[in-house]
């Protein structure tokens, strides 16, 4: 195993950021074949069988690091997790429980997504409408990419999360209805 994924079983190491326990960069692009190849070495690593003849307590310790080794892989693999994580580290929360305000455009285009998913009768008719938003939920992440990477601007890119859960919620509507 090489040292850029061994796990240091500790306490205190438990409380790393995601990137951190992955020892990944601190940014939004990311390889997923990479992060893969990581997280399976680092369960590995982890697993509590290994830490049998160690005790409960080493046993314990294990499955914290194994529970939060998945935490952290979920977070990182998904582009909006990944965002919405690094807004939060960068001290641009989301709090899309509290802070709902959208732009009137954006609000415009949600009502007419809703209308023309209403109206749709036929399978073509929502598999065009999910292409669309497919489509712009694509073009806004890569835009909350560059927001994140390029230009440092975690609060637009907040501000982009944000919106971009309303379109994923949509989007999972419409992949059910098809």
């Not at 399978?123 to 994140?148: D, F, P």
């Amino acid at each position: 195993m090489t040292a850029a994924v061994a796990v240091n079983l500790s306490v205190s190491s438990l409380t790393d950021n995601d990137f951190q326990i992955f020892g990944v960069p601190e940014q939004y692009e990311q390889s997923l074949p990479e992060l893969d190849t990581k997280w399976k070495a680092l369960q590995r690593e982890a697993h509590p069988d290994k830490f049998a003849a160690q005790g409960a307590t080493a046993q314990r310790l294990a499955m914290q690091w194994s529970v939060r080794i998945n935490e952290a892989y979920q977070r990182l693999k998904d582009p909006l997790k990944r965002a919405a994580y690094l807004c939060e580290l960068r001290g641009a929360p989301i709090n899309a429980e509290n802070n709902t305000a959208m732009p009137a455009t954006f609000l415009m285009q949600q009502i007419e997504w809703r209308e023309a998913a209403d109206d749709a009768t036929s399978y073509e008719q929502i598999e065009t409408l999910l292409a669309e938003v497919s489509a712009l939920k694509q073009k806004l992440l890569a835009q909350c990419g560059r927001s994140l990477d390029k230009e440092n601007a975690s609060d637009a890119a907040s501000s982009l999360v944000r919106s971009l859960m309303f379109i994923e919620k949509f989007e999972s509507e419409l992949e059910d209805r098809l």
